[in-house]
């Protein structure tokens, strides 16, 4: 039997607020083949300019979140 991962298209981003609640953001639907972070957080300030959000998340606080699942390649 030869078991492999296999990656999901789609990741999850969890941001926590940069406040005293420490409440948290989760997005789903991330791409999860990006490598650059830099992208990823790009996009996400973008969303959350438009929601007048963007000062409310530290990108370092971020995790993103890509789920593999195990086949069998037998």
């Known amino acids: 039997?030869?078991?492999e991962f296999e990656t999901?298209?789609?990741a999850t981003f969890k941001f926590t607020k940069s406040t005293m609640t420490q409440s948290t953001l989760t997005l789903a639907g991330?791409?999860?083949s990006?490598?650059?972070a830099q992208t990823?957080?790009?996009g996400i300030q973008r969303m959350l300019w438009i929601t007048d959000?963007?000062?409310s998340y530290e990108p370092t606080?971020?995790?993103r979140t890509v789920k593999q699942d195990v086949i069998d390649n037998s």
């Open 40 to 42: 990823i957080v790009n």
């Open 8 to 10: 999901e298209n789609t």
């Open 61 to 63: 606080d971020g995790t």
């Open 53 to 55: 959000q963007v000062g």
């Open 30 to 32: 991330i791409n999860s």
């Open 34 to 36: 990006v490598s650059s």
């Open 1 to 3: 039997m030869a078991y």
